[in-house]
């Protein structure tokens, strides 16, 4: 911005520095919001900003990416141990994530899943396959860059041919919504953030076909630390409630869970992340116990690979 230029002979000795201060309080005003501008890995491999979406385990941050950047994006979760028998789940996921502006992004998927279950008495039970779909949506409200924090909202409604429960075959609609929040304590170093969540599904049962709904509220805080560039180590806790019914009608129990996460930058376009996380608190309606291992798992475990392009 061209400025009228004051002869220096005529200019009072407090001018001078309140004409100043003004031009920069007018260049901040006016200046362009600071931005992403590097893919996902880059950016957490080069000093002066990072993406923290993935700087976390299950907790996630506000971040959607560069318009024009597309990525690609495993995602495998394991669950493990329940109250009765042996429970093993993996379910993955594939998803193409697109930022179609930079506070808008659409991202498509599939998914697929493993179980191996033994319950005294019964067969044991091995199955896996393709399972079903979903599409995330994600919009940001604010940005960190430009606000006190960033609050993204994500919106994920998906379809399955398995209940997640017990490994069965169904037909499972629900959806996944969220509040997504973070904000650097230490610019460039420490970053923190907060999730919470609400999911409702109804899943009909192929077998006896029987139609059962149910709802859960999470809330999740996590911590992430540059260690170097492009190597982050963190912790976050979680507390999930699950209900029966879609509207949180009957409280069904309740868990906590502690972990430790770590992120790694393999190439400028590669990343890696990972959380095991242990429930250390919980409670089932109507079971006795220190623990929740009706409803919940013991362990849960989540590893992310992402390549964009």
Request: proline share 6%; glycine share 12%; aromatic share 10%.
């Amino acid at each position: 911005m061209a400025m009228r230029q004051t002869s220096a002979r005529h200019r009072s000795p407090v001018s001078g520095p309140l004409l100043c201060g003004l031009a920069v309080m007018l260049g901040q005003l006016t200046a362009p919001a600071l931005a992403q501008t590097l893919p996902t890995a880059a950016e957490n491999l080069t000093p002066g900003d990072l993406d923290s979406e993935h700087l976390f385990g299950f907790t996630e941050g506000s971040d959607l990416g560069v318009p024009g950047e597309v990525e690609l994006e495993w995602e495998t979760s394991g669950r493990l141990g329940k109250r009765l028998g042996r429970f093993l789940a993996v379910d993955s996921g594939l998803a193409l994530k697109v930022p179609l502006t930079r506070d808008f992004r659409l991202a498509p998927g599939i998914t697929f899943n493993a179980y191996d279950i033994g319950v005294p008495g019964d067969p044991t039970r091995t199955t896996g396959g393709f399972n079903g779909g979903f599409l995330e949506t994600r919009l940001r409200l604010l940005d960190r860059r430009t606000a006190p924090f960033g609050l993204t909202l994500n919106l994920v409604p998906g379809y399955g041919t398995v209940d997640g429960g017990s490994g069965a075959p169904a037909s499972s609609f629900g959806t996944e919504v969220g509040l997504l929040a973070d904000r650097e304590v230490i610019p460039d170093m420490l970053i923190a953030a907060v999730n919470v969540g609400f999911a409702f599904s109804s899943v009909r049962m192929n077998a006896a076909d029987a139609r059962v709904a149910g709802s859960s509220v999470e809330v999740a805080g996590a911590l992430a630390y540059r260690v170097q560039p492009g190597y982050f180590l963190g912790g976050e806790v979680r507390y999930a409630w699950t209900y029966d019914g879609l509207t949180l009608d009957r409280l069904a129990g309740q868990a906590a869970y502690l972990g430790p996460t770590a992120y790694v930058t393999l190439s400028p376009h590669a990343w890696a992340s990972f959380t095991w996380s242990f429930q250390i608190a919980g409670q089932s309606a109507g079971e006795p116990g220190p623990l929740d291992l009706s409803s919940f798992d013991r362990h849960q475990m989540r590893l992310r690979v992402g390549y964009s392009f």
